[in-house]
């Protein structure tokens, strides 16, 4: 009896075998068993091809892969930047990640295995942005389903996975500065705050007054109806005045830098190894903006403005990462114990001015805001091998939190030519809003090798994983205001002299709470799933293996609005209380060396993130743009298919082409609404929507015996792949929509969403090159990078208005690494351009011939220089 095996890990367990497949294989079964009788039959194992040891081969799914070498060669700082060079991959906003064409809420994202909560109010899905390359080994992207994984599973999954433990003990330490062309050394806008913001950290400049906490302890709102004009002078006065109201321009914003230090060590003992690393880094960099915001209105066949302002913002971000892990080794049984932990802030200042038909005025506004995002990790592993049993488990807590305080907010009139402000009438605020999610996993899985005569190499896996994720949100809104309308000459005050002590009184400002006055003030949401799965792996046929199998999830959401000045207040909330079985199956057949074809189909699910489920406004800084949940949001159901061919030249160089396919139901997407203020933009479930595309993928390396001198012993990489994605929302006549608008009745669909549309985020068309070159030791590396995404809608347009459009354009980037030696000490120094060919940030409306400028504004062309060094 003859036996095909693909090159798979579970066939190559002898290195002998592998180098002279099948016989081996036999010769190395004879010596353990003798020579077999006469007669009998006997079992042999034809492999094809040579042994490549490539991850994305091995996977029983279909996958992408972003190696610790890519890392490298690439000098992304993010894992979401490295991703964006993977085949159907996109990134939106430079933190959240669509594959496929689909948006973040149809992918979920692990750290080593297990799940993360978000600290961002419109995502439960955690930005990408926070996990600086330095801590990362690589990055797996499943594009297939397979049953051990959570079943919110849409476009893919992808798994951070973080740095191991070292063989050998080692310092790293490097640096960094770099440079925008729009914002480095140029004008900008900056107010003072605190004394350490430069560090990412606050030194209690921003705290809550300790008038205002006492106030909002009562448990009543903070106006002239609960409180004395005595108390609320004195809780008025208490605020932060001029070191956070005071927008101050300057025309030297600083350069861009960063520091990393990393070290590792490991000791062998007679009963197992231990190891350790530890990583830690600060960043610092600056970004202006100068844009054009308009907003448009239908007129006959084209588009109007609304709104034309000129906004300009300088915001400064700082990061503060660290990652320290622990490993134990012993025969047959592993643990690993890690902790992560990222601060990530953006502290910005922005003044937005131009003509305003909602306030029918030339107006401005000024801003400050401070938005602090961290996020605190911890993990314990095991691995255990019996044998032929096989025992992984896996248990995590962590924690995110997004702290906002002192979001300010000044508008302005312009008369005559001089600003004035009135506290009377024109808008001002100061907010404090605070988030916090937490998220408890645990998981084991169990492998079990089991011999049988139908199924050859077979494998039964099966396993449990329940996952709790809480939350809570809550925002606080005051402002100031008068009982009668000031002078010019108190309008015409520098804002820090018109908001100081002096004029805060019962006959001046006067402070009140507006809190929930749109909206709920806070919520609270909650997530339990409970999931277990079977499924098993094997060859069914020669040359032809399976993955099959099933997962029985449960999961109990609620979103909850709170009121927060009467607790026993029936508000908006919702329950969605569901259990699926999502079967899964792939198919690799290995009909030829170094080649196989997979086939793959599964049911999965998306679920409504918390934030799109809360009636809580929330200001996005990067839109700005006002959103609001809609409690009426359902489950998405998906139904996909896949299937590639597969090429393999080597470690790390490959050909693929794929073809994909997904029925959504109930896909959720993103509406504008029109408001008293302006526009908002919620959520509501479309009716169906498909998406199919084929994607290519290549990257080989190749080493040309030119005899050129230096060009002999270099190696060029040439790698590229495209995708390219059709995504279609169905709406029919009968089809119904329930939107927040409407207080959760039914409306048309047609209404809202328009037959044909693609779905939001998808771009049809992606693709990326990369040219490089490196030299045979390593020491030399260039790249060329360049990466495509065409036009993605954003959000839904108002009924009847055309849909938002970003165009992000070619984005082209330059690497270069050169390895040299001082006094016997090896450095690496690093050159990276970023966007040479100045694309914009390009977000827009257009009918018959009209556009309307959302949201265009330069982003800038980026250099910057590093230095590292290993010990």
């Given at each position: ?10 066939l ?9 497949p099948?016989?081996v ?17 006997v079992e042999?194992?034809v ?15 279909v ?7 890519d890392?490298v060669r ?9 991703l ?5 991959l996109s990134?939106?906003s ?5 594959v ?7 992918s979920?994202?692990l ?11 419109l995502q439960?899905?955690?930005p990408?942005d926070?996990f ?11 594009k297939?389903?397979?049953?051990n994984?959570?079943?919110e599973?849409?476009?893919?999954l ?9 063989e050998e ?11 925008n ?11 003072y ?13 921003r ?17 002239s109806?609960n409180?004395?004009?005595?108390q ?34 490991s000791w ?5 190894n ?13 970004q ?22 000129q ?23 592993t643990?690993?114990?890690?902790n992560?932990y ?21 107006i ?6 401070w938005?602090?995002r ?11 091998r019996?044998g ?8 995590s ?9 002192y979001e300010?907010?000044?508008?302005y009139?312009?008369?005559d ?5 009135n506290?009377q ?22 492998r ?12 039964v ?13 809550d ?10 309308t000031?002078?010019i000459?108190?309008q ?32 609270e949401?909650?997530?339990?799933t409970?999931?277990i ?12 293996r399976a ?61 409504p993130?918390f934030?799109?489920?809360?009636p809580q ?6 839109s ?5 949940g ?17 090429r ?9 082409l ?6 959504i ?11 008293g ?32 001198g ?9 790698a ?6 059709k ?8 089809d ?5 608008t409407n ?11 328009i ?10 068309h ?5 040219l490089?070159?490196e ?18 809608i954003?959000?839904?347009?108002q009924?009847?208005?055309p849909d ?12 270069f690494?050169?390895r ?9 120094f ?12 390009d977000e ?5 011939g ?8 330069e ?11 290993r010990?």
């Amino acid at each position: 009896m003859t036996k095909l095996h693909r090159p798979l890990a579970g066939l190559l367990l002898c290195t002998t075998a592998l180098m002279a497949p099948g016989l081996v294989h036999a010769q190395t079964a004879a010596a353990q068993t003798g020579a077999p009788p006469a007669g009998a039959e006997v079992e042999e194992i034809v492999v094809r091809g040579k042994y490549i040891p490539e991850v994305m081969r091995e996977t029983s799914e279909v996958a992408s892969i972003v190696t610790p070498e890519d890392l490298v060669r690439q000098g992304d700082d993010t894992a979401a930047q490295a991703l964006t060079r993977l085949a159907g991959l996109s990134v939106v906003s430079g933190r959240f990640v669509y594959v496929r064409g689909l948006g973040e809420r149809y992918s979920s994202a692990l750290l080593n295995g297990s799940p993360l909560p978000s600290p961002e109010p419109l995502q439960r899905v955690v930005p990408l942005d926070l996990f600086p390359s330095n801590v990362l080994a690589g990055v797996n992207v499943q594009k297939t389903y397979s049953p051990n994984l959570p079943g919110e599973f849409g476009g893919g999954l992808i798994d951070l996975r973080t740095i191991d433990i070292p063989e050998e003990s080692f310092i790293a330490l490097g640096v960094s500065a770099g440079m925008n062309d729009e914002t480095s050394l140029k004008q900008g806008f900056t107010y003072y705050g605190g004394d350490s913001d430069w560090t990412g950290v606050d030194d209690g400049t921003r705290e809550l007054p300790q008038a205002v906490r006492q106030a909002i302890e009562t448990g009543k709102r903070i106006d002239s109806s609960n409180f004395s004009p005595e108390q609320l002078t004195v809780i008025g006065r208490s605020f932060q005045n001029a070191n956070i109201n005071l927008l101050q321009s300057t025309n030297d914003v600083p350069f861009n830098g960063s520091f990393d230090i990393s070290g590792g060590t490991s000791w062998t003992f007679d009963w197992g190894n231990l190891g350790f690393v530890a990583v830690g880094g600060y960043d610092s960099s600056w970004q202006t903006r100068r844009a054009i915001q308009q907003e448009g209105v239908v007129s006959l066949e084209g588009l109007a403005v609304l709104e034309d302002l000129q906004s300009n913002s300088t915001q400064n971000d700082i990061v503060i990462n660290g990652l320290t892990s622990v490993a134990l080794e012993l025969d047959n049984h592993t643990f690993k114990w890690t902790n992560f932990y990222v601060r990530n802030v953006t502290k910005e200042a922005r003044s937005v001015e131009g003509e305003s038909s909602r306030a029918s005025n030339y107006i401005r506004d000024d801003f400050t805001a401070w938005y602090q995002r961290e996020l605190i990790d911890t993990q314990l592993t095991g691995q255990h091998r019996f044998g032929d049993l096989e025992i992984d488990w896996r248990g995590s807590y962590a924690r995110t939190e997004r702290d906002v305080p002192y979001e300010r907010q000044v508008r302005y009139r312009r008369v005559d030519g001089t600003y004035l402000h009135n506290p009377q009438a024109d808008a001002n605020f100061i907010r404090f809003s605070e988030l916090e999610d937490k998220a408890s996993g645990f998981g084991v899985d169990l492998r079990y090798r089991l011999e049988n005569p139908l199924i050859a190499d077979f494998t039964v896996s099966a396993g449990y994983a329940w996952y709790d994720n809480e939350r809570f949100s809550d925002s606080r809104v005051f402002r100031f205001t008068m009982n009668s309308t000031p002078s010019i000459a108190f309008q015409m005050q520098r804002v820090d002299f018109l908001y100081s002590d002096f004029n805060i009184g019962p006959d001046g400002l006067i402070l009140r709470e507006v809190t929930g006055s749109e909206g709920a003030a806070a919520y609270e949401a909650s997530l339990t799933t409970h999931g277990i799965y079977l499924q098993g792996e094997g060859e069914i046929l020669p040359a032809v293996r399976a993955t099959f199998g099933a997962r029985y999830e449960s999961a109990d959401q609620s979103v909850q609005a709170i009121d927060l000045f009467n607790p026993n207040a029936d508000l908006a909330g919702r329950q969605l209380e569901n259990e699926y079985l999502l079967p899964a199956a792939t198919i690799t057949w290995n009909f030829a060396e170094n080649q196989q074809l997979r086939f793959g189909a599964s049911k999965t699910i998306a679920r409504p993130q918390f934030r799109e489920q809360a009636p809580q406004l929330y200001l996005d800084p990067e839109s700005d743009r006002t959103f609001i949940g809609n409690p009426f949001l359902v489950d998405s159901e998906l139904i996909n298919l896949d299937a590639r061919y597969e090429r393999y030249f080597d470690r790390g160089q490959f050909a693929t082409l794929g073809v994909f396919y997904k029925d959504i139901d109930r896909p959720i997407e993103s509406v504008v609404n029109e408001s008293g203020s302006g526009l908002q933009q919620s959520f509501l479930n479309a009716p169906k929507a498909t998406l199919y595309g084929f994607e290519a993928e290549f990257k080989k390396f190749f080493e040309p015996e030119l005899n050129l001198g230096w060009i002999d012993g270099v190696r060029f990489l040439v790698a590229a792949n495209y995708t390219y994605t059709k995504a279609e929302v169905k709406v029919g006549s009968g089809d119904v929509v329930f939107p927040i608008t409407n207080n959760g009745n039914p409306a048309p669909a047609e209404n809202f969403v328009i037959d044909g549309s693609p779905l939001q985020g998808q771009s049809e068309h992606l693709g990326n090159v990369q040219l490089g070159l490196e030299s045979a030791d390593g020491a030399t590396q260039a790249t060329l990078l360049a990466n495509y995404a065409s036009e993605r809608i954003t959000a839904r347009g108002q009924a009847g208005a055309p849909d938002f459009v970003q165009d992000p354009g070619v984005l082209l980037d330059f690497t270069f690494r050169q390895r040299f030696a001082v006094w016997n000490q090896e450095f690496t120094f690093g050159f990276e351009a970023r966007n040479l060919l100045g694309e914009e940030f390009d977000e827009h409306q257009e009918r018959g011939g009209d556009e309307i400028r959302l949201n265009n504004y330069e982003i800038g062309r980026s250099f910057s220089v590093s230095l590292s060094t290993r010990f």
